[in-house]
């Protein structure tokens, strides 16, 4: 009897191990852009991408997104105001969780991993119909590293290119 106690404190003690979750690929190639209320200006700073209980945040610093025509890509490299943030979910996560006024405690956080490196590249394009005009904003990622610090491990096959156009007035 001692002996299968002692088997069964071994298995429970090294079988399950939470603390390493192993991430192989992030995909939100078909997930849409989405950003909190009904209008992006170009104040707006967080945009996200969500798929099941997976999200990835992308915050910008004010006033990046501009109202005039780029001469091609602009890059923002990873820094302190713009960051890339992957997050993973005890559950399926919506929009109300990055939106809320009142922040919601669930789902909650069960990794969340930095962009250490890459850049945010903006193209923004001037639409003009009639006596309106609108700026179209292309934003992609380009060599943008996550690594799990908890165990250092890096997150290969990231197709997360195109991350979404939004549009201001």
């Known amino acids: 009897m001692k ?15 939470d603390g390493d979750l192993q991430i192989e690929t992030i995909n939100f190639d078909d997930s849409d852009i989405q950003y909190c209320g009904s209008t992006v200006t170009t104040g707006t700073t967080l945009f ?25 890509e ?22 109300n969780y990055f939106c809320d006024v009142i922040p919601v405690t ?27 005009t609108s700026y179209e904003h292309t934003i992609r990622l380009s060599e943008i590293t996550l690594i799990n610090n908890s165990n250092g491990q890096r997150i290969t096959d990231l197709s997360i290119n195109d991350f979404g156009t939004v549009t201001t007035n």
């Open 106 to 132: 669930e789902p909650t956080v069960i990794e969340e991993i930095e962009a250490e490196g890459g850049s945010v590249l903006i193209t923004t394009t001037e639409i003009v119909d009639g006596e309106n």
């Open 3 to 17: 002996n299968l106690l002692t088997f069964l404190l071994c298995l429970a003690l090294y079988s399950c191990d």
């Open 74 to 95: 602009v890059a923002y490299p990873i820094s302190g105001s713009t960051i890339i943030t992957y997050r993973i979910f005890s559950e399926n996560v919506t929009t």
């Open 48 to 72: 996200f991408k969500m798929v099941d209980s997976e999200a990835l945040i992308l915050t910008l610093a004010s006033g990046t997104l501009k109202n005039e025509a780029s001469d091609g």
